[in-house]
């Protein structure tokens, strides 16, 4: 079992900051990757940003650019450095984990998810 909290989401104005996190807690040693997925009203779910256990990278065509993945191993912690935040990046931001094989893009390939955290971008 994995158990991943989102924290540091909230409401900022356009081209503002923000920095969630997400802490990973439980059988850890074997994710392969984490991700930040994000979902906002009435559309699907789409990846954000993905790194892997070796410190790869992926990003969702919206945010490259913007957006920074970045993890501390001794703190089992993933971030998300957004930046030039934009009204359109108003979602609920997800953290997942990923043990085995499978697309970074594809939700289906995640096994864990936390609760998520909106994130409110106003214009």
């Known amino acids: 079992q994995v158990q991943l909290v989102e924290s540091g989401g909230g409401l900022v104005q356009a081209g503002g900051s923000l920095r969630p996190s997400c802490a990973a807690s439980?059988?850890?040693?074997?994710?392969?990757?984490m991700g930040w997925y994000r979902q906002a009203p009435g559309k699907q779910r789409e990846l954000v940003a993905a790194i892997t256990s070796g410190g790869s990278t992926y990003y969702g065509d919206s945010v490259k650019g913007r957006f920074t993945i970045s993890r501390d191993n001794a703190k089992n912690t993933v971030y998300l450095q957004m930046n030039s935040l934009k009204p359109e990046d108003t979602a609920v931001y997800y953290c997942?984990?990923?043990?085995?094989?499978?697309?970074?893009?594809?939700?289906?390939?995640?096994?864990?998810w936390g609760q998520g955290t909106q994130v409110t971008v106003s214009s």
């Open positions: 439980g059988s850890i040693v074997s994710i392969n990757a």
């Open positions: 997942a984990a990923k043990f085995y094989s499978g697309s970074y893009y594809n939700t289906g390939s995640y096994d864990y």
